[in-house]
Structures are given as C-alpha cells and as structure tokens.
C-alpha cells in the first residue's frame, strides 16, 4: 500500500493532508523521515510515526461488518437520492472505500455484509461456490406442498431461467411466514420463485450468509465487525 493511502486510513486525513504531512517531512518509516507519498509499504512490518508518535491501534488490511439493513435503505455505495448501507457506517469508517457484497431491494432488510476485501466479495457472490443465504419470508398466501416440492426441484421462471434447488420451510404456526434457504443468486430470485405459485412476498428478511447468522441484538441500521471465527467462515 502506498505511504499516503496508509496514512490516511490510519489517521482519518484526507489523501491530500497525507501528502502534504509526509512531503513536510513529519512522517518516519520505520525510524527515518519518509517524504516519497507513494512509497510501498508491508503494513504488517513498516513501522509508521507521525509528529514522533507510532500511530496508534491495529491496523487491518480489510474491514468485514455485519449491519443489520433498515428497510429504505440502498445496497449501494453511493446513490443520488436515497440513503445507502455505505452511508450509515460512513462516520466511523471515513477513509475506507466500502461496498455491498451482495445486495438487498430497498424495501427487504436484513445482513448485509460490508467490506473493502474483494477477493472475499467475489467469493461469495460466485455462482460456482453455491454461498448459502437464508431469508424469512412473508408471503400473501399460505405456504403451499406444491411450492415446497417445487423449490426443492428447481424453480423454471417466466421466462425459462431454470433455478438451482433451494429449500422453503415453515417458519412457525403462522402458514404465510417461511424460511426459504438459497444457494445461488439471482436478480429478485425469491420474490420471482414465489411469483409462479401467484404467491406474493410481502416481507423479506435475511438472516444468514454462508453460515453466519445476523447477531439479534443489532437493530434496525446497527453493525459490527465480524468476529475473526466469523470470517473464516465466511472464507472458507
């Protein structure tokens, strides 16, 4: 990673404040004065001061937080009109250059996962990996044998996608709530499912991702950090 980049990152300045920091000579690599910006840096060896002080904390490659999306909210990075999942941790993560790793619609809620790791985005969004990703739905119609037989098959939509089998369960007494577990992603996949029964998705909520379930005490637009078992999981 380039010193200025670094920097910035660590210390919340603009790239432009980090410049000017180093090219001022007030940065110290690994015990002498670095003015070069785009010096390249092992950030787990390099030693970094800045006014004569180590900067302080861990510093991590790659941030992976789990937020629990707010209905309204877009799974986007940035977006004109609308509040994005990036904007709602913004403030604490201001030099981070975050992005969905899987999309939910505005009106569906639930884990979203968030990172600046794309190696592990393209991971789990790959067809060929299968990323389990489980949901609990409310439907406007009761749950049906013949749409539990047909999930489990291989839903054909409208318009001729044939769908990898996932799996639509009871999620309880009441007949119109189901958790419906997939292993593929497609656009609006489970509301297009539902839609050859003539069954309508009135709710969406996801709950899991590859195994990692949504922590239950996060509310409606709160987020954490994934905990290091967590992303492991998630990796492998």
């Known amino acids: 990673m380039r010193l200025d980049k670094y920097l910035a990152e660590r210390t919340g300045m603009t790239r432009s404040e980090s410049r000017k920091a180093i090219t001022k000579g007030r940065v110290m690599v690994a015990g002498k004065i670095c003015r070069k910006a785009d010096t390249q840096l ?3 060896a390099a030693q970094i001061a800045l006014d004569g002080a180590p900067l302080a904390g861990e510093y991590k490659k790659y941030v992976y937080i789990m937020l629990n999306k707010p209905e309204g909210v877009v799974s986007a990075s940035r977006d004109k009109r609308d509040t994005t999942v990036v904007d709602l941790v913004a403030a604490d993560y201001p030099r981070r250059e975050l992005f969905p790793a899987g999309r939910l619609d505005k009106t569906s809620t639930g884990f979203v996962l968030l990172t600046d790791d794309g190696a592990l ?3 789990i969004l790959a067809p060929a990996h ?3 990703k489980q949901y609990l739905v409310t439907l406007d119609t ?3 044998e013949e749409m ?3 999930f489990a098959a291989g839903v054909t939509l409208a318009d001729g996608e044939h769908l990898a089998p996932a799996e639509a369960e009871p999620a309880g ?3 119109c709530t189901v958790r419906v577990t997939l292993h593929q992603g497609v656009y ?3 509301k297009r499912m539902f839609g050859v029964y003539d069954a309508g998705v009135n709710t969406l909520h996801r709950l899991s991702i590859g195994g990692v379930a949504l922590d239950e005490t996060l509310a409606p637009g709160e987020y954490r950090e994934l905990t290091e078992e ?3 999981q998630l990796q492998n």
């Open 121 to 123: 985005a393209h991971d």
């Open 148 to 150: 539990r037989r047909g």
């Open 230 to 232: 967590e992303r492991k």
């Open 173 to 175: 007494d009441d007949p």
């Open 42 to 44: 092992d950030e787990t």
């Open 142 to 144: 009761p749950l049906t």
């Open 188 to 190: 609006h996949q489970i």
């Open 130 to 132: 299968h990323v389990d």
